[in-house]
């Protein structure tokens, strides 16, 4: 899988379309898709679904604000 596609799920959600770069990363059964799947269930608010999926990507909850957190995938990503 291309990280191209953890990125442009990344920017879908930036621009506003949550339902959109849910729908791509639900999909993908990646440690990537999941620590992008947790970031956008934070956004959402539901941290205890976040919490399963930083498990299922092997990374520790995030604590940090969402902004940095974004940033901090999308350089992992690049």
Excluded: C, F
């Excluded at 999941?34 to 941290?47: F, M, N, P, T």
């Amino acid at each position: 899988m291309s990280n191209e596609t953890y990125i442009q799920a990344l920017e879908i959600e930036r621009d506003g379309d949550w339902d959109r770069a849910h729908r791509i990363v639900q999909e993908l059964d990646t440690p990537e898709a999941a620590w992008v799947h947790a970031y956008l269930h934070r956004v959402e608010g539901d941290l205890g679904n976040a919490a399963y999926w930083y498990r299922r990507a092997g990374r520790p909850e995030s604590r940090a604000p969402l902004k940095e957190e974004w940033n901090e995938i999308l350089d992992a990503l690049r």
